[in-house]
């Protein structure tokens, strides 16, 4: 199994999502999202080096990579094809029309319309991804999940959200990244003062 390819960017092409990376002389073709090739650099004279994550899809007429920018986009397409019915092209084009952020709210908050609108994925496919995904995605991103506060009232699930983002904002201007931030205060006593949570979550951090 490939776990990430490191090496120069010869080229992209947005209308296949794909990128070539050089690999120690080696091409590899890797078919990625649309938010991922917008962070690709490209510079024809000097090709920069890059990494992605990847994962390796074995099919009985050939292997296809797909590569990720983030580990939160590529712990999203793992998930979502896990889902009956949703392969990787499926999850690619979902993953191009919503980041692994905007893609967790729309599953919290049920909203079967914002994820039918990727191209190939319809209502029914939609509905089946926040059916099988609800409980999956509010465990990896507890900080952006609408359903992290349970059954308690809705005026503090409202403030129990706030403070999280609140808190979320401010671990990310330090320079951690999501995937970090949502392990650290998944657990954090989320009931303590914003100021309680940033603190709890950077002793968190600086134990990992």
Avoid: H, W
Avoid at 15 to 28: E, F, K, P, R
Wanted: hydrophobic share 45%; aromatic share 4%.
């Amino acid at each position: 199994m490939i776990y990430c390819l490191s090496g120069e960017l010869l080229f992209t092409d947005a209308v296949a999502s794909t990128a070539v990376i050089d690999c120690c002389g080696v091409g590899y073709k890797v078919t990625v999202t649309s938010n991922t090739l917008r962070k690709l650099p490209m510079n024809p004279e000097k090709p920069p080096r890059i990494r992605l994550l990847t994962y390796m899809q074995v099919r009985e007429d050939g292997v296809d990579l797909f590569g990720f920018y983030t580990a939160e986009e590529l712990d999203m397409f793992k998930m979502l094809i896990s889902v009956s019915g949703v392969g990787p092209k499926a999850a690619v084009s979902i993953l191009s029309l919503m980041t692994p952020e905007k893609l967790s709210l729309a599953i919290a908050g049920e909203d079967v319309k914002a994820i039918s609108k990727a191209p190939g994925v319809g209502a029914k496919t939609a509905g089946r991804i926040i059916l099988d995904l609800k409980d999956k995605v509010a465990k990896a991103f507890p900080a952006l999940s609408a359903d992290t506060a349970g059954d308690m009232p809705a005026a503090s699930v409202q403030s129990n959200s706030g403070k999280m983002s609140d808190a979320q904002a401010a671990l990310l201007s330090l320079g951690y990244s999501r995937q970090e931030i949502s392990s650290a205060l998944a657990k954090v006593d989320t009931s303590a003062s914003l100021e309680d949570i940033i603190r709890l979550a950077l002793n968190v951090l600086l134990r990992q």
